[in-house]
């Protein structure tokens, strides 16, 4: 087959721009990349060789090489790996597969903030044109007969023929810009290793560019893991992070254990400190690394973490499974799941010790997992006291998170309810006239920005005896106030509009509205806002139904809201005083229409015809100014 040049997809282009502008002070990490594929591509052909050990063809010393030829000015990764065949030379070397990064570099401008933005996924292969203007694979996958070159200069395309290889495996070989010629020094090259690849668990070897001298080991080549905690510096950890997650910040936890009784694993955890960008995809998958006595065997075993887990990265390694146990065996694995039951005791642990002892890092890692982490207390009944012991939540209180607790310690006398709103941010829940009588009575509140939360609270619907209540759900439901309190309300009960006057003006919008509405009622709900819907007391909460309807959810439309209005406000004073005169019914047509619609702005809803509405509030204003 003659040589083929491709193009790289977009984003790959993109990508390739950015890598070499912004990631060049840290160049050299192009290096731990392709030592990283090298070792990933050897655990996979090791997981590939239990149930296929033909495919070893007799060697089994995994390791990855790095050779130098000064002359030509090239540095060589190799691997005796799992290879590549020409089509995943295409697709593995020319689009970016990870979920997440081809969106995180879709939406990347190229400017300085990105270079953080990169260093959250990893750059990869493609690092390896920070140093080089030329880049050579040469692949043989372990099952074929054949071997292919990928070449590229990285600007745009790339070719692809067929090569030469004796053996199994990949070689990248990196013609090395000008500028770029320590990368041929051996002991540089060493330092590097050391510093970024010495957790590989296995040798990363350096072929001496002298004749006949041996090649020398570079890295501690037994996987971190195994080794004893007082012997793994901080840095070691943190690449090892690096590594396992591609994440690339500084994880917030790092958890190593080891446990020796009846069945015998250990752990190396990381929670990161940020939030990777995967977090969100549909699959929900936790993505820790299943070795079983050093060989890895899978990052999809599920009974290894639940879903609401899915932050933590790192690595848990047995000796009590079989090797050859298949991926499919491991979802109904008993020993599995109870391996899996103590990492998710010993995570849960390591958050309620920083939740109690370090509030402030807890915070910072609420903010990143907080949403994911709620899921569990819907999902895992068994652990749900646990996680809502270390839940944390906005409240209108507005210092800072709260525990339920905490709330609960603070609720007034005679208050019997948790209060709360729900939405889609703080900010906005903050702004919300349902909360205006609350804040007026200075009843805390909790603002639950997430929709995972629309599912938790009325499946445990209640905390402490306390009733989970919306805000924007059924009457508005007070503590009844003190005698001194209700001083302290200044103006709960100032000049209110005649009871007679109010309930006409009720029937006359209930009128008017007719179907649009549930009903129409008089609230003590509002202080600022004239108007707010509300859900009825067995209907589902209004932020709920729009969730469940923009997600395509709902068998039938949602019920109506019930209107209320604030009989303090002088927008309905005034309409109150006007409602008994003769003629008010036509007058209040507009103005209920007006009312209704200003209810379904605030809670970020279109008027139910923009135009109608623009045109009666054109009306009125008009009016109102020609007087
Ligand atoms: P990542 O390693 O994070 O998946 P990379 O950009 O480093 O992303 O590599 C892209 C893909 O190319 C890898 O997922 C793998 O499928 C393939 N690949 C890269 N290097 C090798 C190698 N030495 N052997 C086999 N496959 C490789
Ligand atoms: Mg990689």
């Known amino acids: 087959m003659p040589e083929e040049t491709m193009q790289f997809q977009a984003e790959v282009s993109k990508l390739l721009k950015i890598v070499a502008n912004s990631l060049y002070s840290q160049k050299e990490i192009f290096l731990r990349e392709l030592i990283s594929n090298g070792s990933d591509a050897c655990d996979r052909l090791r997981y590939e060789a239990l149930t296929k050990p033909?495919?070893?063809?007799?060697?089994?010393?995994?390791?990855?090489?790095?050779?130098?030829?000064?002359?030509?000015?090239?540095?060589?990764?190799?691997?005796?790996?799992?290879?590549?065949?020409?089509?995943?030379?295409?697709?593995?070397?020319?689009?970016?597969?990870?979920?997440?990064?081809?969106?995180?570099?879709?939406?990347?401008?190229?400017?300085?903030?990105?270079?953080?933005?990169?260093?959250?996924?990893?750059?990869?292969?493609?690092?390896?044109?920070?140093?080089?203007?030329?880049?050579?694979?040469?692949?043989?996958?372990?099952?074929?007969?054949?071997?292919?070159?990928?070449?590229?200069?990285?600007?745009?395309?790339?070719?692809?023929?067929?090569?030469?290889?004796?053996?199994?495996?990949?070689?990248?070989?990196?013609?090395?810009?000008?500028?770029?010629?320590?990368?041929?020094?051996?002991?540089?090259?060493?330092?590097?290793?050391?510093?970024?690849?010495?957790?590989?668990?296995?040798?990363?070897?350096?072929?001496?560019?002298?004749?006949?001298?041996?090649?020398?080991?570079?890295?501690?080549?037994?996987?971190?893991?195994?080794?004893?905690?007082?012997?793994?510096?901080k840095d070691q950890y943190k690449e090892f992070y690096h590594h396992t997650a591609h994440v690339y910040d500084d994880p917030w936890a790092t958890i190593h254990a080891k446990a020796e009784g009846r069945i015998e694993y250990s752990m190396l955890l990381y929670i990161p400190g940020v939030r990777p960008l995967d977090l969100f995809q549909p699959d929900r998958r936790a993505r820790v690394r299943l070795y079983v006595r050093r060989v890895f065997i899978s990052d999809e075993a599920e009974a290894l973490l639940p879903s609401y887990l899915r932050f933590v990265r790192g690595v848990v390694d047995t000796e009590d499974l079989p090797l050859n146990v298949s991926r499919e065996l491991l979802q109904d694995s008993p020993i599995l799941a109870k391996i899996g039951s103590a990492v998710v005791k010993r995570v849960l642990r390591e958050l309620e010790k920083r939740a109690d002892k370090k509030p402030e890092e807890f915070e910072e890692f609420w903010a990143n997992f907080g949403a994911v982490l709620k899921e569990g207390i819907y999902e895992d009944p068994a652990r749900r006291d646990q996680l809502l012991k270390i839940s944390r939540f906005q409240s209108t209180n507005g210092s800072g998170l709260t525990s339920l607790a905490d709330y609960v310690g603070r609720m007034k006398d005679g208050q019997d309810k948790i209060h709360y709103i729900a939405g889609e941010d703080t900010e906005k829940l903050m702004a919300s006239p349902h909360l205006e009588g609350f804040m007026a009575r200075d009843i805390e509140v909790l603002l639950l920005p997430d929709a995972i939360d629309e599912f938790w609270v009325p499946t445990i619907g209640e905390f402490e005896g306390k009733k989970f209540v919306s805000v924007t759900q059924g009457e508005a439901d007070f503590v009844p106030l003190g005698e001194d309190e209700k001083d302290a309300d200044k103006d709960a009960d100032d000049d209110k509009p005649a009871e007679g006057e109010l309930s006409t003006l009720v029937a006359l919008l209930k009128q008017q509205l007719g179907d649009q509405v549930k009903d129409v009622r008089t609230t003590d709900r509002l202080r600022e806002s004239p108007v707010c819907l509300v859900a009825g007391d067995s209907d589902l909460d209004r932020h709920l139904a729009r969730m469940l309807k923009q997600a395509g959810q709902l068998e039938k439309p949602p019920a109506n809201g019930i209107l209320e209005i604030n009989p303090r406000h002088a927008l309905i004073k005034v309409l109150a005083a006007g409602a008994g005169k003769p003629g008010a019914s036509e007058t209040m047509s507009d103005a209920a229409q007006l009312l209704l619609d200003q209810a379904r702005i605030i809670e970020g809803e279109l008027p139910k015809d923009p135009a109608a509405f623009s045109r009666r509030m054109a009306d009125v204003m008009a009016a109102a100014l020609s007087k």
């Open 54 to 233: 033909d495919l070893l063809g007799g060697d089994g010393d995994f390791r990855v090489t790095l050779s130098v030829d000064p002359k030509a000015k090239t540095l060589t990764v190799s691997d005796n790996g799992i290879g590549m065949t020409r089509d995943e030379l295409i697709d593995n070397l020319g689009t970016i597969a990870r979920s997440g990064s081809a969106q995180a570099v879709e939406a990347m401008s190229g400017d300085e903030t990105d270079v953080s933005l990169i260093g959250q996924f990893g750059v990869g292969f493609y690092s390896a044109f920070i140093v080089s203007d030329k880049v050579d694979v040469i692949s043989r996958r372990a099952d074929a007969d054949e071997a292919w070159r990928w070449t590229s200069s990285g600007e745009g395309d790339f070719a692809v023929a067929e090569a030469d290889r004796e053996t199994r495996g990949t070689s990248v070989i990196v013609h090395l810009k000008k500028a770029e010629k320590e990368f041929l020094d051996p002991e540089r090259l060493g330092t590097i290793v050391k510093t970024y690849s010495d957790h590989i668990g296995l040798p990363v070897v350096l072929e001496s560019a002298i004749e006949g001298e041996d090649p020398k080991i570079l890295n501690e080549a037994s996987a971190l893991w195994t080794r004893r905690p007082k012997d793994i510096t």
